[in-house]
C-alpha cells in the first residue's frame, strides 16, 4: 500500500511563500498522478493542484499563477511552491496519488495532511 508522507507546512505571512512537499513510501508509478488537496473546517476538500505522470497540470482557478505542482520520479515526491499566498489559502493541504482522470485526478490514497496558515 502506497503510504504518503507530507512536509512544508507552516505559518506565513500574506504575499510569502511556502514550499509543500510529499514522499510516497513506493513508486508513484504504480498510480499514475499526484496532487495536493486542501480543507477548511467551513469547506469541504477540493483539489488544488494535480500532475499526471506525463506531466500534464490541473490547478484550481483561484491558485492560477500562484501556485506550481511539480514531481521528481526519482524521488518518488511531489511538490507543491506556494507564492503570494493569501489569508484564504489558509486550510489543511493533503496530499494525494491516484489515477488521471483528466484534467483532474481520481484519488486513490491520502496523506495525513499538514497545516497551512497564511496571516493578514
Known amino acids: 500500500q502506497v503510504q504518503l508522507v507530507e512536509s512544508g507546512g507552516g505559518l506565513v505571512q500574506a504575499g510569502g511563500s511556502l514550499r509543500l512537499s510529499c514522499t510516497a513510501s513506493?513508486?508513484?508509478?504504480?498510480?499514475?498522478?499526484m496532487g495536493w488537496y486542501r480543507q477548511t473546517p467551513v469547506k469541504q476538500r477540493e483539489l488544488v493542484a494535480g500532475i499526471s505522470s506525463g506531466g500534464s497540470t490541473h490547478y484550481v482557478d483561484s491558485v492560477k499563477g500562484r501556485f506550481t505542482i511539480s514531481r521528481d520520479n526519482a524521488k518518488n515526491t511531489v511538490y507543491l511552491q506556494m507564492n503570494s499566498l493569501k489569508p484564504e489559502d489558509t486550510a489543511v493541504y493533503y496530499c494525494?496519488?491516484?489515477?488521471?482522470?483528466?484534467?483532474?485526478?481520481?484519488?486513490?490514497?491520502w496523506g495525513q495532511g499538514t497545516q497551512v496558515t497564511v496571516s493578514s
Open positions: 494525494a496519488a491516484g489515477f488521471w482522470v483528466a484534467p483532474s485526478i481520481a484519488p486513490a490514497y
Open positions: 513506493e513508486s508513484i508509478f504504480r498510480v499514475n498522478a
